[in-house]
């Protein structure tokens, strides 16, 4: 299992991002996935999670700004990074599902920073 | 939401030691608990999975277990590599929560 994120930066206040993880070493399309941040030196936050037949699921703290997607073709899941405010600064993991939906392979990381 | 108080948040110890870190759970999430394991500069790590069993590839030091609804993650004889932050994980329902990590350190 090896899942690459990719499409951090640095973003301004407002703007946007999209971010990729694609994946190999699986069937991508059998399995949902996750996404999780990390903002520096803090704890772990889920943000949304989408099945393996793109059902969707999302934290509040996220909900109406951020879209997760996939595209089994491309073994590629995504996120869209609407609205970004300073605290959306973070660590992004993507994450499949192991046993049960809940994440259990993670991915290293990408990080997006929202300053002005 | 469901929360997940964890205790403590820092955790001194000696190699050697037996050491326990502890969730308590809001509601009922019977055994859909998690526990990941974190070094610094890494992504997280699956150790225990349904509250109790061991993820594949994770030494038997390491176990997991349940008291109504407190779950507790008991490192048995401490070895340095173990030395990280560890969180619980309640997927019970949706929103999935963390409980806020422990920090296990050389005392």
């Known amino acids: 299992v090896q899942l690459v994120e990719s499409g951090g930066g640095l973003v301004q206040p407002g703007k946007s991002l999209k971010l990729s993880c694609s994946a190999s070493?699986?069937?991508?399309?059998?399995?949902?996935m996750h996404w999780i941040r990390q903002a520096p030196g803090k704890g772990l936050d889920w943000v949304a999670y989408?099945?393996?037949?793109?059902?969707?699921v999302y934290a509040d703290a996220v909900k109406g700004r951020f879209t997760i997607s996939r595209d089994n073709a491309k073994n590629t899941l995504y996120l869209q990074l609407n609205s970004l405010k300073s605290e959306d600064t973070a660590i992004y993991y993507c994450?499949?599902?192991?046993?049960?939906?809940?994440?259990?392979?993670w991915g290293q990381g990408v990080m997006v920073t929202v300053s002005s | 939401d469901i929360q997940m108080t964890q205790s403590p948040s820092s955790l001194p110890a000696s190699l050697g030691d037996r050491v326990t870190i502890t969730c308590r759970a809001s509601?009922?999430?019977?055994?859909?608990l998690r526990w990941f394991q974190q070094k610094p500069g890494k992504s997280p790590r699956l150790m225990i999975y349904?509250?109790?069993n061991l993820a594949a590839g994770v030494p038997s030091r390491f176990s997991g277990s349940r008291s109504g609804s407190d779950y507790s993650l008991t490192i048995n004889s401490l070895e340095s590599e173990d030395m990280a932050i560890y969180y619980c994980?309640?997927?019970?329902?949706?929103?999935?929560?963390f409980g806020s990590g422990t920090k296990l350190e050389i005392k």
């Open positions: 994450a499949r599902s192991q046993g049960g939906g809940a994440p259990g392979y």
């Open positions: 070493g699986f069937t991508f399309s059998s399995y949902g």
């Open positions: 989408i099945s393996s037949s793109s059902g969707t």
């Open positions: 509601q009922d999430i019977g055994n859909y």
């Open positions: 349904g509250a109790t």
């Open positions: 994980l309640q997927h019970n329902e949706y929103p999935l929560t």
